[in-house]
């Protein structure tokens, strides 16, 4: 999967709207979600949020390494990360605020982290199953940043194959987004529910057949993005 500068930074900056209303990010931004393990309360941090027992602990220790200015703060923390319950710690909370808001190497390191983690996984995906689409790549990439992957039971709401297997790519994820929509719309969880958002704004997308992402600006969450 091959994207143009331009669509790359498009896909970035509809995720990063997707999570912190802003197309360039909030690299300090803290948010509390009651989705950690059995629903427990959780830091999701940074322009595009991992979560505090999820990859957090992987983010940090990243920026430690560069030597980053908090890191001397950080560095005693990682071990609990994910093994103690760190919500309640102001602390800690304001040492990530501070650090992604004035620190350039955690900027820097934020925007490899999500790269690394998130976006070139959800290409190999495309690849390995035949995608090749702008708009494809930011549905996808979107599925990893919200819920780690492609999911193999949602996959089987719907009848399309993959473009590997002989199937049609708009089709399959026409399908697919779809069939995502359904199930936020429709989750048992509100905080689930309630980022229907990204759904709607993908069947706006490819309502509007934007599928090399060259239709501008894109409405993601209330923030137009322009490239």
């Known amino acids: 999967m091959t994207l143009t500068d ?6 970035e900056q509809v995720i990063n709207a997707f999570e912190s209303s802003t197309a360039t990010g909030k690299y300090g ?13 959780q830091i999701s941090y940074g322009r595009s949020q991992t979560t ?18 908090y890191s001397n703060e950080l560095n005693p923390y990682l071990p609990k990360i994910g093994v ?7 602390a800690f909370k304001k040492i990530l605020k501070d650090a992604g808001v004035n ?15 998130y976006f070139q996984p959800a290409m190999r995906w495309m690849d390995d199953n035949g995608f090749s689409l702008p708009l494809s790549a930011l549905v996808i990439y979107d599925s990893y940043i919200h819920s780690g992957s492609i999911m193999m039971w949602l996959r089987k709401r719907f009848p399309e ?29 509100q905080l689930l ?9 993908f069947k ?17 969450h209330g923030v137009d993005i322009f490239g």
């Open 193 to 201: 529910r309630n980022t229907v958002y990204r759904t709607a704004c």
């Open 52 to 69: 505090e027992y999820g990859n957090l602990e992987e983010l940090l220790e990243m920026y430690v390494n560069e030597k980053g200015t």
């Open 103 to 117: 620190d350039p190497i955690m900027r820097q390191v934020q925007d490899q982290f999500f790269d690394v983690r």
């Open 84 to 90: 103690d319950p760190l919500v309640n710690d102001s």
């Open 6 to 11: 331009q669509q790359k930074r498009i896909c």
């Open 204 to 220: 706006g997308e490819i309502a509007r057949s934007n599928w090399d992402l060259d239709i501008l600006p894109i409405r993601a």
């Open 161 to 189: 194959s993959s473009p590997r297997n002989g199937g049609d790519e708009k089709t399959w994820i026409t399908q697919y987004v779809d069939a995502r929509h359904a199930w936020l719309t429709n989750h048992s969880s």
């Open 29 to 41: 931004l803290i948010s509390i979600m009651d989705d950690g393990p059995h629903n427990v309360k």
